[in-house]
């Protein structure tokens, strides 16, 4: 007969992999759930003695907070691994899934070699019953792979998959945690699955109402998750392929997209037109997508979805090319300034920046490019380094423009809507050239003060 589900255990959770995922997660969850114990460990011994120090290996509003809080009470970062499998009932595994690099599915599929090998310690190191959490973001009916190397324990134990994903984002992501617009806990059928699932469900009830607690199969979870991310990015390249529509026409992209934002149905959020959309998320989701559908035979479905990524990189390209034919046709010698480099505001993460395109592009052109953004510096001379002989990082905004022909605004950052920009003007080479790429700055103004402004979605303002 089946061993009894050790209750003490079902107080005790863990967590696998402490980064971008794991960490805040269990800070909320150590918060507001007192009784419960967290334990969260990583193989890079590195990241966890960050987690105990006053230095977090991430920055994120409210984070430190949190941590200082819990830290020691309930909250505990270590990395032993195996024996924080043995002694937790609840595991979470939020280890990293890049797009693979080699093989089949190379440059889509997701590389689940972390993950398989978690599933075989998990295994390894259990001697009772265990509730194992998906929380990275997993193709679909991965959950069906882990269980049967779960299952394949000779050991006669149980293990109920959840499928539990994060919908946080990067500079809210406590925020997000904490008013959550839902959480979703996919289970199996079968009734410990159910029971597992009710578990689960019980920690987010803590703080999340139960209206918000979607409980589903496991396929819809980690299905739900991917769609969710495709429909934000298709709406982000949906208003840019409209923005090159509006360049043509004399329409005005923030005017459309404010009028049809006003649309209940539709709806104002993320419609903002710009560069394109960056980050660690969007384009590895929807090539998990794509593959998926693929895989299943579905050509035209996985079209459809790869189209949002192909007017995501249309953009980035669109945006270059208008750089250089504004500029009489090279840049060539031109030195030119490119401010903000992460993929949005608010953080120094530089993942899929368009900015890594933009600046590269530029240099092939033979442009003399320098980059200054707030945040990002570290990352954009890691991303650029075969080429850092060819770009100056600059230490301010100031140092950036100086002597340049143009400047582009890659990043939303609210301080470069605060800089001098006449003084900027009498500091470059003339014709002077703006190229808001986030449509933050007053352009009626820039145009005042001498600038040529081009903005994305608008017609350019051409002094000379
Ligand atoms: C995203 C999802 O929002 C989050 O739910 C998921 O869990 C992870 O992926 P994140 O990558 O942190 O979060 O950033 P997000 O704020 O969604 O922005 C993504 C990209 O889209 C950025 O490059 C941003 O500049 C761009 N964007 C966003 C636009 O270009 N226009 C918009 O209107 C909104
Ligand atoms: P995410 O954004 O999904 O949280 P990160 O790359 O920030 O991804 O974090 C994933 C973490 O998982 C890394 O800190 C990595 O060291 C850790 N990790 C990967 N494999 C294992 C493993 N087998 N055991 C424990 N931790 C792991």
């Known amino acids: 007969m089946r061993k009894p589900k050790t209750s003490s255990k079902d107080r005790k959770i863990l967590c696998i992999g402490a980064g971008y995922v794991g960490g805040p997660t269990m800070a909320v969850i150590a918060a507001k759930c007192p009784e419960y114990t967290v334990r969260v460990v990583d193989i890079d011994k590195g990241r966890i003695d960050a987690w105990n120090s006053k230095n977090l290996p991430i920055y994120e509003p409210g984070l430190d907070g949190l941590v200082e809080k819990a830290r020691g009470r309930n909250l505990f970062f270590s990395t032993d691994v195996k024996k924080a499998i043995d002694e937790s009932g609840i ?73 539990n994903p994060e919908f946080l984002a990067e500079g809210t992501a406590v925020r997000d945690l904490e008013n959550p617009d839902r959480v979703l806990v996919g289970s199996m059928a079968s009734r410990s699955g159910k029971a597992a699932a009710a578990k689960i469900a019980d920690i987010y009830a803590h703080w999340v109402p139960r209206e918000k607690i979607l409980l589903t199969n496991v396929w819809s979870s980690e299905l739900s998750k991917l769609v969710s991310n495709a429909m934000l990015a298709q709406r982000i390249s949906s208003i840019n392929s409209v923005s090159a529509l509006c360049e043509k026409t004399d329409a005005d992209i923030d005017e459309v997209a404010k009028a049809v934002g006003m649309d209940s149905r539709i709806g104002p959020k993320f419609l903002k037109a710009g560069v394109g959309f960056g980050g660690s998320c969007f384009k590895k989701d929807i090539l998990n997508l794509v593959y998926l559908c ?26 270059v090319l208008n750089m250089i034919r504004s500029m009489f046709n090279t840049v060539a010698g031109k030195k030119i300034a490119l401010l903000g480099f992460a993929f949005k505001a608010d953080t120094g993460d530089t993942r899929e920046a368009p900015a890594i395109y933009i600046a590269r592009k530029l240099v092939e052109e033979h442009a003399e490019v320098s980059i200054y953004d707030p945040k990002a510096m570290e990352n954009a001379k890691s991303d650029l380094k ?41 500091s470059m080479e003339k014709p002077a050239f703006i190229f808001d790429g986030r449509n933050i700055l007053d352009r009626n103004a820039l145009f005042k003060i001498g600038f040529n402004v081009h903005s994305i979605g608008k017609s350019p303002m051409r002094n000379i």
């Open 91 to 163: 595991i979470f595994v939020s280890v990293n899934t890049p797009t693979k690099t080699f093989g089949e599915g190379a440059g889509m599929a997701a590389d689940l070699q972390y993950w398989e090998k978690t599933a075989r310690a998990i295994v390894e190191c259990s001697h009772d019953d265990k509730i194992v959490i998906e929380k990275s973001t997993l193709p679909v009916r991965t959950a069906e792979a882990m269980h049967r190397i779960l299952q394949s324990n000779n050991k006669g134990l149980n293990f109920d998959i959840i499928s």
């Open 294 to 319: 693929r895989f299943y035979g579905l050509e035209e479905v996985a079209q459809y979805w790869s189209k949002v990524v192909e007017i995501n990189e249309y953009q980035e390209r669109r945006f």
């Open 386 to 426: 075969d080429i850092a002989g060819r770009i100056n990082f600059a230490r301010n905004h100031i140092e950036c423009v100086k002597n340049t022909h143009a400047v582009a605004i890659l990043t939303e950052w609210r301080e470069f809507t605060t800089y001098d920009y006449r003084r900027i003007f009498d």
